[in-house]
Each structure stands twice: as structure tokens, then as C-alpha cells.
């Protein structure tokens, strides 16, 4: 089992930052890789970035490519999306997610509660 639980979501106006933690536990959390994702209202849930638990691989979506980064600090076991030069249409409830350790980008059932982030004109 592995829990996950993000913080650092908010409003933040449109060319600001933000930056997102999710705390993972659990005995197997080390065997995954973690990911960021994202739904908008109305949307289906989008893949954002993930890393590897390494640390040496890293993957992102086309939308926030150049504007986020993905770290993770594992001696803390949390995870990291430092988010720049945000847009409204970053607006969504993102999700930390535990993902496959050799394809980073598919969740492999694990989830946070999600966090609300908004971006305003």
C-alpha cells in the first residue's frame, strides 16, 4: 500500500508560481516512479510529469513543458512540481499519483486526494 497526500495547491494570477508536495508512505512506495496529473472540470484526467524514484529520468506532458519541473527529495519520500509561469488553463485539481517505474507516465492505482489550483487573468 501506498498513501499519498499533496499540499501546496492555491490562486495564484496568470505568469506566477506555485509549487506542489506530495508526502508518499507506505513499505513499496520506493518501487515506483511518481507522477503528476491533472483534471479540469469537464476534462479527463491529464498526464502532467513524473520521475523516476532514481531521480534520473523525467517525463512531461507537451502542455507544461519549458514551466514545470518534477523532483522528488527521497529522504523525505515526497515529491515535488514546481510550476512557473502559469496560464488559466493550468486550472485544475492535481493529483500525485504513484506510476510505473519503467513507464513513468501510467498511474498504476495509487493516488492523492488532490489539490485545487487556480489561475486567474
Known amino acids: 500500500q501506498v498513501q499519498l497526500v499533496e499540499s501546496g495547491g492555491g490562486l495564484v494570477q496568470a505568469g506566477g508560481s506555485l509549487r506542489l508536495s506530495c508526502a508518499a508512505s507506505?513499505?513499496?512506495?520506493?518501487?515506483?516512479?511518481m507522477g503528476w496529473f491533472r483534471q479540469a472540470p469537464g476534462k479527463e484526467r491529464e498526464f502532467v510529469a513524473a520521475v523516476t524514484w532514481s531521480g534520473d529520468i523525467t517525463e512531461y506532458g507537451d502542455s507544461v513543458k519549458g514551466r514545470f519541473t518534477i523532483s522528488r527529495d527521497n529522504a523525505k519520500n515526497t515529491v515535488y512540481l514546481q510550476m512557473n509561469f502559469l496560464k488559466p488553463e493550468d486550472t485544475a485539481v492535481y493529483y500525485c499519483a504513484a506510476t510505473n517505474p519503467y513507464v513513468v507516465a501510467v498511474p498504476v492505482g495509487y493516488w492523492g486526494q488532490g489539490t485545487q489550483v487556480t489561475v486567474s487573468l
Open positions: 507506505g513499505r513499496t512506495v520506493s518501487v515506483y516512479a
